[in-house]
């Protein structure tokens, strides 16, 4: 049971353009939601996150939307960078009760920028 | 600061044998993590800790074993490695609260032959 899903195994954009990373999620009791970026070899990093009270959280070039009535989150990064290239990790949580930060993740997108 | 800190960052165990992945954080974190990742997968939650002396099942916790005797130190214990613990491991701490993030460590490979 596949709680958090990424549908898109990998995503290839130019450099400068948009990159849309989705995610979609099926349990109601999700109230927060982050991105982790992952390099080959490495631990996943926190990218950025958002809250079940928002829409919308932007951090310079990465802005995540929510659309909590269809249960879906996007990452969006502009312009996409060489750089980013990398697996992105969707995952979520809930606040309360006893989740006490556990993390529930997607499958991961592999994000290719090319020059 | 180190962060969350993992070793040995590689190694090759024969079916049966045991083994110890260590993992220490110097944030003064009081939950911690051990996930594994397979290829092509997400990462999944083996065993958690809020706290030392406290520990908690995952969604995979079968064929392992963890502790936390300190607030720094989060080791994970296999006692019968089987092909199926093959895989990548990471460890994680957090911050309790809401709206906190997970900072993990680069890992462990780890293959059963």
């Known amino acids: 049971d596949q709680q958090v899903k990424q549908n898109s195994p990998s995503l290839s954009v130019q450099e400068g353009r948009i990159s849309i990373l989705n995610c979609d999620y099926t349990n109601s009791m999700f109230d927060y939601f982050l991105w982790y970026k992952k390099y080959p070899a490495e631990g996943p990093t926190f990218l950025i996150s958002?809250?079940?009270?928002?829409d919308k959280n932007e951090d310079g070039r990465f802005t995540v939307f929510l659309n909590k009535s269809a249960k879906h989150l996007s990452l969006h990064i502009v312009p996409s960078q060489p750089g980013d290239s990398a697996v992105y990790f969707c995952a979520a949580s809930s606040k309360g009760g006893t989740s006490y930060g556990k993390l529930t993740f997607g499958q991961g997108t592999i994000l290719t920028v090319h020059p | 600061n180190a962060g969350v800190t993992q070793t040995p960052k590689f190694r090759i165990l024969k079916i049966g044998q045991s083994m110890t992945l260590q993992c220490t954080q110097d944030?003064?974190?009081?939950?911690m993590y051990w996930y594994r990742q397979d290829p092509g997968m997400g990462l999944k939650l083996i065993y958690y800790s809020v706290g030392a002396g406290i520990t908690d099942k995952g969604e995979v916790p079968n064929g392992y074993n963890v502790s936390r005797s300190t607030t720094e130190d989060f080791p994970l214990r296999l006692e019968l490695a089987a092909p199926s613990q093959t895989s990548v491991y990471f460890c994680?701490?957090?911050?309790?609260?809401?709206?906190?993030?997970?900072?993990f460590g680069q890992g462990t490979r780890l293959t059963v032959v």
């Open positions: 994680a701490s957090s911050l309790p609260g809401v709206d906190t993030e997970a900072f």
């Open positions: 958002i809250s079940s009270i928002k």
């Open positions: 944030m003064n974190h009081n939950y």
